[in-house]
Protein backbone atom coordinates (compact mmCIF):
# COMPACT_ATOMS: atom_id res chain seq x y z
CA UNK A 1 0.00 0.00 0.00
CA UNK A 2 1.47 3.81 -1.09
CA UNK A 3 2.28 5.71 1.69
CA UNK A 4 -0.35 8.13 0.85
CA UNK A 5 -3.66 5.71 0.84
CA UNK A 6 -2.06 4.63 4.45
CA UNK A 7 -2.53 8.09 5.72
CA UNK A 8 -5.87 8.52 3.93
CA UNK A 9 -6.94 5.42 5.92
CA UNK A 10 -5.91 6.93 9.16
CA UNK A 11 -7.35 9.91 8.37
CA UNK A 12 -10.84 8.55 7.75
CA UNK A 13 -10.81 5.94 10.25
CA UNK A 14 -10.05 8.87 12.87
CA UNK A 15 -12.75 11.29 11.66
CA UNK A 16 -15.28 8.29 11.83
CA UNK A 17 -14.20 7.77 15.39
CA UNK A 18 -14.70 11.19 16.28
CA UNK A 19 -18.48 11.24 14.83
CA UNK A 20 -19.33 7.95 17.12
CA UNK A 21 -18.45 9.37 20.36
CA UNK A 22 -21.38 8.66 22.27
CA UNK A 23 -22.94 11.60 24.54
CA UNK A 24 -23.48 10.83 28.53
CA UNK A 25 -27.00 9.98 28.97
CA UNK A 26 -29.71 12.60 29.97
CA UNK A 27 -32.10 11.69 32.62
CA UNK A 28 -35.44 11.36 31.13
CA UNK A 29 -37.35 14.23 32.71
CA UNK A 30 -39.76 13.92 35.24
CA UNK A 31 -43.72 14.23 34.52
CA UNK A 32 -44.73 16.64 37.14
CA UNK A 33 -47.74 14.05 38.10
CA UNK A 34 -45.12 11.74 39.98
CA UNK A 35 -42.87 14.50 40.90
CA UNK A 36 -42.75 14.72 45.12
CA UNK A 37 -42.75 18.00 46.50
CA UNK A 38 -41.50 19.32 49.55
CA UNK A 39 -44.52 19.71 51.79
CA UNK A 40 -43.43 23.40 52.81
CA UNK A 41 -43.72 24.38 48.96
CA UNK A 42 -47.54 23.91 49.09
CA UNK A 43 -48.54 22.36 46.22
CA UNK A 44 -51.42 20.32 45.53
CA UNK A 45 -51.88 19.34 42.13
CA UNK A 46 -55.53 18.59 42.05
CA UNK A 47 -56.04 22.13 43.28
CA UNK A 48 -54.11 23.56 40.63
CA UNK A 49 -54.99 24.03 36.61
CA UNK A 50 -53.54 21.96 34.12
CA UNK A 51 -52.71 23.26 30.50
CA UNK A 52 -52.54 21.13 27.36
CA UNK A 53 -48.39 21.58 27.99
CA UNK A 54 -48.62 20.24 31.20
CA UNK A 55 -48.23 23.53 32.60
CA UNK A 56 -50.07 23.35 36.31
CA UNK A 57 -50.93 27.40 37.44
CA UNK A 58 -53.15 28.51 40.81
CA UNK A 59 -53.86 32.22 41.83
CA UNK A 60 -52.59 32.06 45.53
CA UNK A 61 -53.81 35.81 45.95
CA UNK A 62 -56.35 36.66 42.84
CA UNK A 63 -55.61 40.26 41.61
CA UNK A 64 -58.29 42.73 41.02
CA UNK A 65 -56.44 44.73 38.49
CA UNK A 66 -55.87 44.16 34.29
CA UNK A 67 -55.64 40.52 33.38
CA UNK A 68 -52.60 40.02 31.51
CA UNK A 69 -52.49 38.91 28.01
CA UNK A 70 -49.51 37.75 25.26
CA UNK A 71 -47.40 40.98 23.89
CA UNK A 72 -48.11 43.02 27.41
CA UNK A 73 -45.14 44.20 29.57
CA UNK A 74 -45.05 43.36 33.02
CA UNK A 75 -43.37 43.78 36.53
CA UNK A 76 -43.37 41.20 38.58
CA UNK A 77 -41.44 39.97 41.79
CA UNK A 78 -41.09 36.10 42.06
CA UNK A 79 -39.64 33.03 44.23
CA UNK A 80 -38.07 29.85 42.41
CA UNK A 81 -38.00 26.61 43.56
CA UNK A 82 -36.71 23.16 43.18
CA UNK A 83 -39.56 20.27 43.94
CA UNK A 84 -37.35 19.77 46.74
CA UNK A 85 -37.95 22.91 48.47
CA UNK A 86 -34.48 24.65 47.45
CA UNK A 87 -34.90 28.33 46.80
CA UNK A 88 -33.08 28.67 43.16
CA UNK A 89 -33.72 32.37 42.63
CA UNK A 90 -35.89 35.25 43.56
CA UNK A 91 -36.40 38.68 43.20
CA UNK A 92 -37.96 39.59 46.43
CA UNK A 93 -35.92 42.24 48.20
CA UNK A 94 -34.41 43.49 44.87
CA UNK A 95 -35.70 45.26 42.13
CA UNK A 96 -39.06 43.70 40.72
CA UNK A 97 -38.47 41.74 37.67
CA UNK A 98 -39.83 42.90 33.86
CA UNK A 99 -40.87 40.88 30.67
CA UNK A 100 -42.99 40.90 27.74
CA UNK A 101 -45.07 37.79 27.99
CA UNK A 102 -44.84 35.72 24.46
CA UNK A 103 -41.38 37.78 23.70
CA UNK A 104 -39.36 34.72 24.48
CA UNK A 105 -37.58 36.63 26.72
CA UNK A 106 -38.12 33.90 29.95
CA UNK A 107 -38.60 30.79 30.14
CA UNK A 108 -42.01 29.16 27.95
CA UNK A 109 -43.75 28.24 31.16
CA UNK A 110 -43.90 32.14 32.12
CA UNK A 111 -45.02 32.88 28.80
CA UNK A 112 -47.43 30.65 29.16
CA UNK A 113 -48.38 30.90 32.25
CA UNK A 114 -48.67 34.58 32.94
CA UNK A 115 -51.37 35.00 30.61
CA UNK A 116 -54.58 35.58 32.56
CA UNK A 117 -53.20 36.77 35.86
CA UNK A 118 -54.66 39.70 37.10
CA UNK A 119 -52.27 42.81 38.57
CA UNK A 120 -52.33 42.73 42.60
CA UNK A 121 -52.33 38.57 42.77
CA UNK A 122 -49.82 36.27 42.91
CA UNK A 123 -49.53 32.84 40.75
CA UNK A 124 -48.12 29.85 41.80
CA UNK A 125 -47.03 28.01 38.38
CA UNK A 126 -45.36 24.14 38.36
CA UNK A 127 -43.50 23.58 34.97
CA UNK A 128 -42.22 20.79 33.99
CA UNK A 129 -39.01 20.43 32.38
CA UNK A 130 -39.93 21.05 28.82
CA UNK A 131 -41.21 24.46 29.48
CA UNK A 132 -37.91 25.33 31.58
CA UNK A 133 -34.73 24.49 30.91
CA UNK A 134 -35.21 20.90 29.93
CA UNK A 135 -31.96 18.28 29.71
CA UNK A 136 -29.67 21.42 30.49
CA UNK A 137 -28.15 22.01 34.10
CA UNK A 138 -28.53 26.31 34.78
CA UNK A 139 -26.75 27.27 37.43
CA UNK A 140 -28.59 25.42 40.62
CA UNK A 141 -31.52 24.50 38.52
CA UNK A 142 -30.54 20.72 37.53
CA UNK A 143 -30.82 19.06 34.00
CA UNK A 144 -34.49 17.88 33.96
CA UNK A 145 -36.06 19.63 36.67
CA UNK A 146 -39.58 20.76 37.33
CA UNK A 147 -39.79 24.38 38.81
CA UNK A 148 -42.29 25.88 41.20
CA UNK A 149 -42.71 29.89 40.83
CA UNK A 150 -44.54 31.98 42.85
CA UNK A 151 -45.09 35.39 41.20
CA UNK A 152 -46.71 38.39 42.05
CA UNK A 153 -47.74 40.55 39.48
CA UNK A 154 -47.34 44.21 40.21
CA UNK A 155 -47.99 46.28 37.12
CA UNK A 156 -49.07 46.68 33.43
CA UNK A 157 -47.40 49.49 32.65
Given at each position: ???????????????????????????????????????GLGVDLTKMTKT??????????????????????????????????????????????????????????????????????????????????????????????????????????
Amino acid sequence: MRPFARSAIVIVAAAISASCTLEPPVAPAPDVENTTFASGLGVDLTKMTKTASGLYYQDLVAGSGVAAASGNHVTVHYTGFLSNGTTFDTSIGKTPFGFTIGASQVIKGWDEGMVGARVGGTRRLVIPASLGYGPVQNGAIPASSVLIFNIQLISIP
